[in-house]
C-alpha cells in the first residue's frame, strides 16, 4: 500500500499484519505461533536443535520490524530508511511493508551472533562515541524523509573521524593473487583465492597471447592484500554521510564527555572494518567516499518512493536465499 502524494513520490505504509507472523517448524516444515515454539523448545523439541535461550532471544527481539517508520513518524518524518535497510534489495523492504511472513529459526543464528558479538563490544568507547544513533532529515519531493545509521565507534584525531564497524562472519575477506605471463606480462588468471593445485599438472597457467602453458614457479605472482567487502565498505561511507550532517552534534558530545576539541576546519572521514572471523581478527582500513554514498541514497529513494514495486537488486546471491518474502516478490507487481 502508498500514500500517492501531490508531486508522484509515494510513500509506503506499513500494512496492519505486516511482520513476521509464525515461525517455519524446522522439524515438520509447518508454521507454529513464536510463544508454541518456544514451549516446544523448552520440552525438549525431539530432532531439533533449537534450544529454549535462543528462541527466547528471537520471540524477545526489542527492535520490531517497522523501527525506521516509527522513528520517522517520531521526529513527524513521512518516511524513513536506516543505513543496513538502505543497502538490502529495495524490493525486499517494500514487500516487508505490506506482507507478513514466516522464518525457520536457523535462520536468525547469524543474526543472533552478530547481535552476541556486538553488545559484548559496545561498552567501550575508550575517548570516542559507541552506538549512538545519528539521525537526519531532509526534503525529499515535498515529503520528509528520516535517515538513520548507528556505527559500533567513532573516534576523532589530528586525522579526522574514524568509524569502526564490527563484523562477525564465518568467512572474512582473503588475500587474493594474480599471476602474469613470463614472455608477454599479460596477466593470465587473477581473482584467485585458494591457491591450491595452481600451475600444478592439472591446473596449468595458459597465456592465450603466447599459447603457451606454464608452472607456478615459472609466472610472476602478484598478493593482493584483503578488503572489505562492497556493502560493508558502503555502510562506512553512508554512516560518513549521516556524521557530515550530525558533525557538531557529535563535536559537543566530544567536548563533554572527554574534552576533546573539533577543529573547525572541514571534516575528514576515515573507516575501518573488524573482521571477527571463526579464528582470526582482521582490521581493514575503508576509504570514504561520500559522492557515492549520496549517490546510493537517491537511487534507493528514487526506487522506494513511487508506487511500482522496486526491482530485484539483492546484493548478492544470499540475499535471496534468506529473503522471508521471495514468495511474494515473484506474484507481487
Ligand atoms: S523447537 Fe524446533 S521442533 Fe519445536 S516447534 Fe520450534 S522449530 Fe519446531
Ligand atoms: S527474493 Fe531477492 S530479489 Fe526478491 S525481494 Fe527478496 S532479496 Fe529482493
Known amino acids: 500500500m502508498t500514500t500517492k502524494t501531490k508531486t508522484g513520490a509515494a510513500i509506503p505504509v506499513v500494512a496492519k499484519d505486516a511482520g513476521m507472523r509464525a515461525f517455519e517448524c524446522e522439524v515438520t516444515g509447518e508454521e507454529i505461533p513464536l510463544p508454541e515454539c518456544l514451549a516446544c523448545a523448552q520440552r525438549g523439541a525431539p530432532g531439533c536443535s533449537m534450544f529454549?535461550?535462543?528462541?527466547?532471544?528471537?520471540?524477545?527481539?526489542?527492535?520490531?520490524?517497522?523501527?525506521?517508520?516509527?522513528?520517522?513518524?517520531?521526529?513527524?518524518?513521512?518516511?524513513?530508511?536506516?543505513?543496513?535497510?538502505?543497502?538490502?534489495?529495495?524490493?525486499?523492504?517494500?514487500?516487508?511493508?505490506?506482507?507478513?511472513?514466516?522464518e525457520k529459526p536457523s535462520d536468525f543464528y547469524a543474526r543472533f551472533s552478530g547481535t552476541a558479538i556486538h553488545a559484548a563490544l559496545e561498552d567501550y568507547e575508550g575517548a570516542g562515541i559507541a552506538e549512538e544513533r545519528l539521525i537526519a532529515t531532509f526534503d525529499y519531493r515535498e515529503k520528509v524523509v528520516l535517515f538513520s545509521g548507528k556505527p559500533d565507534l567513532v573516534t576523532y584525531s589530528d586525522a579526522g573521524w574514524l568509524i569502526t564497524d564490527y563484523k562477525r562472519t564465518g568467512w572474512p575477506p582473503r588475500s587474493s593473487?594474480?599471476?602474469?605471463?613470463?614472455?608477454?606480462?599479460?596477466?593470465?588468471?587473477?581473482?584467485?583465492?585458494?591457491?591450491?593445485?595452481?600451475?600444478?599438472?592439472?591446473?596449468?597457467?595458459?597465456?592465450?597471447?603466447?599459447?603457451e602453458n606454464f608452472r607456478r614457479r615459472q609466472v610472476h605472482q602478484i598478493t593482493h592484500l584483503p578488503e572489505a567487502?562492497?556493502?560493508?565498505?558502503?555502510?562506512?561511507?553512508?554512516?560518513?554521510?549521516?556524521?557530515?550532517?550530525?558533525?557538531?552534534?557529535?563535536?559537543?558530545?566530544?567536548?563533554?564527555?572527554?574534552?576533546?576539541?573539533?577543529?573547525?576546519?572541514p571534516p575528514v572521514f576515515s573507516g575501518q572494518?573488524?573482521?571477527?572471523?571463526?579464528?582470526?581478527?582482521?582490521?581493514?582500513?575503508?576509504?570514504?567516499?561520500?559522492?557515492?554514498?549520496?549517490?546510493?541514497?537517491?537511487?534507493?529513494?528514487?526506487?522506494?518512493?513511487?508506487?511500482?514495486?522496486?526491482?530485484?537488486?539483492?546484493l548478492e546471491g544470499w540475499e535471496c536465499k534468506y529473503c522471508p518474502v521471495a514468495t511474494q516478490c515473484d506474484t507481487a507487481t
Not at 613470463?182 to 600444478?200: A, F, H, N, W
Not at 582470526?280 to 526506487?303: E, G, N, S
Open 177 to 211: 593473487y594474480s599471476y602474469t605471463c613470463p614472455k608477454c606480462y599479460e596477466v593470465i588468471l587473477s581473482d584467485v583465492t585458494d591457491r591450491r593445485g595452481i600451475g600444478g599438472a592439472n591446473k596449468p597457467l595458459y597465456c592465450p597471447d603466447c599459447d
Open 273 to 314: 572494518i573488524i573482521y571477527l572471523g571463526p579464528r582470526d581478527i582482521l582490521p581493514i582500513p575503508v576509504d570514504i567516499d561520500l559522492d557515492v554514498a549520496r549517490a546510493l541514497l537517491r537511487t534507493r529513494l528514487d526506487a522506494l518512493l513511487r508506487p511500482e514495486l522496486p526491482p530485484k537488486e539483492p
Open 52 to 102: 529454549p535461550a535462543f528462541i527466547h532471544q528471537i520471540v524477545n527481539d526489542s527492535r520490531p520490524h517497522n523501527f525506521s517508520q516509527r522513528l520517522a513518524k517520531a521526529h513527524g518524518a513521512d518516511f524513513g530508511i536506516s543505513v543496513t535497510e538502505l543497502l538490502y534489495c529495495p524490493r525486499k523492504f517494500r514487500l516487508k511493508m505490506a506482507y507478513s511472513w514466516t
Open 229 to 265: 567487502k562492497y556493502a560493508h565498505a558502503m555502510q562506512l561511507s553512508l554512516l560518513a554521510l549521516l556524521l557530515n550532517k550530525n558533525e557538531e552534534q557529535y563535536a559537543s558530545i566530544l567536548e563533554e564527555k572527554h574534552g576533546i576539541i573539533v577543529s573547525d576546519a
